[in-house]
C-alpha cells in the first residue's frame, strides 16, 4: 500500500487547508485511516482516524471541533479538513494506515503499518 498526501501549505492563523491522503497498491475495503503530526523537537502525534467500515472516528482533543476527517472509498482518499488553524497546529502532518479493524489502537502510531511521506502545514500568526 502506498500512501499520497498533499494539501499542505502556509496558512494564516484562523485560516483552513484541506489534507488528502490517497491510498493506491494493495488497498482494502476495511481497516484504519488516520492522521499524525509531528513538530520539529516533538513527537508524533495523533490528530484523527477513521476507520473504513461504520466509519468509527477520533479526534484529539487539540484539535476536536476544529478539524474534520473524512472519506471516499471509492476513491481510496482521506481527507483532513482543517479549520479556524492556529500556529500550534504547525507540523508536518502524515496519513497513515492499517487493516486492521480494531479501533482501540487508533491513536498509537505503532499500530499502522503503513505511513505517506507527509506534507508541511505552517500556520502563522
Known amino acids: 500500500v502506498q500512501l499520497q498526501a498533499s494539501g499542505g501549505g502556509l496558512v494564516q492563523a484562523g485560516g483552513s487547508l484541506r489534507l488528502s491522503c490517497a491510498a493506491s497498491g494493495r488497498t482494502f475495503s476495511s481497516g484504519i485511516m488516520g492522521w499524525f503530526r509531528q513538530a520539529p523537537g516533538k513527537e508524533r502525534e495523533f490528530v484523527a482516524s477513521?476507520?473504513?467500515?461504520?466509519?468509527?472516528?477520533y479526534y484529539a482533543d487539540s484539535v476536536k471541533g476544529r478539524f474534520t476527517i473524512s472519506r471516499d472509498n471509492a476513491k481510496n482518499t482521506v481527507y483532513l479538513q482543517m479549520n479556524a488553524l492556529k500556529p500550534e497546529d504547525t507540523a508536518v502532518y502524515h496519513c497513515?494506515?492499517?487493516?486492521?479493524?480494531?479501533?482501540?489502537?487508533?491513536?498509537?502510531?505503532?499500530?499502522?503499518?503503513?505511513w505517506g511521506q507527509g506534507t508541511q502545514v505552517t500556520v502563522s500568526s
Open positions: 497513515a494506515a492499517t487493516a486492521s479493524t480494531w479501533v482501540g489502537g487508533a491513536r498509537n502510531p505503532a499500530h499502522y503499518d503503513y
Open positions: 477513521i476507520r473504513q467500515s461504520g466509519g468509527t472516528i
